[in-house]
């Protein structure tokens, strides 16, 4: 059964439902080019949330698409998300301390 939702701009931080999403386009593309990739880290998950997102849910699926066809873990980690997402992590947290 196909996933159906409505789907707006991420412009702004994505919620659960867009969470849900990355975890699709996880599945998607590790079965798409047989990589046994399971899941996404906890830091590579807060960077997720916390990315700006000025593009629409086409730039998720990229970025999830990139990284897990760059990992070499069943694990999507920060170090697998492209650099200006994780460098913008890097700076929440700093302003968070």
Do not use: W
């Given at each position: 059964?196909?996933?159906?939702?409505?789907?707006?701009?991420?412009?702004?931080k994505i919620t659960s439902?867009?969470?849900?999403?990355?975890?699709?386009?996880?599945?998607?593309?590790?079965?798409?080019?047989?990589?046994?990739?399971?899941?996404?880290?906890?830091?590579?998950?807060?960077?997720?949330?916390?990315?700006?997102?000025?593009?629409?849910?086409?730039?998720l699926e990229n970025i999830?698409?990139?990284?897990?066809?760059?990992?070499?873990?069943?694990?999507?980690?920060?170090?697998?998300?492209?650099?200006?997402?994780?460098?913008?992590?890097?700076?929440?947290?700093?302003?968070?301390?």
């Amino acid at each position: 059964m196909p996933l159906i939702m409505d789907l707006h701009s991420l412009r702004g931080k994505i919620t659960s439902g867009y969470l849900a999403l990355a975890c699709y386009f996880l599945c998607k593309q590790a079965e798409r080019i047989g990589k046994d990739v399971e899941d996404i880290g906890p830091q590579a998950m807060a960077a997720l949330v916390d990315y700006g997102y000025p593009g629409n849910i086409r730039e998720l699926e990229n970025i999830i698409e990139r990284a897990v066809t760059f990992t070499r873990s069943k694990e999507l980690t920060i170090q697998d998300l492209p650099p200006s997402l994780a460098d913008h992590n890097l700076q929440v947290v700093r302003e968070k301390d």
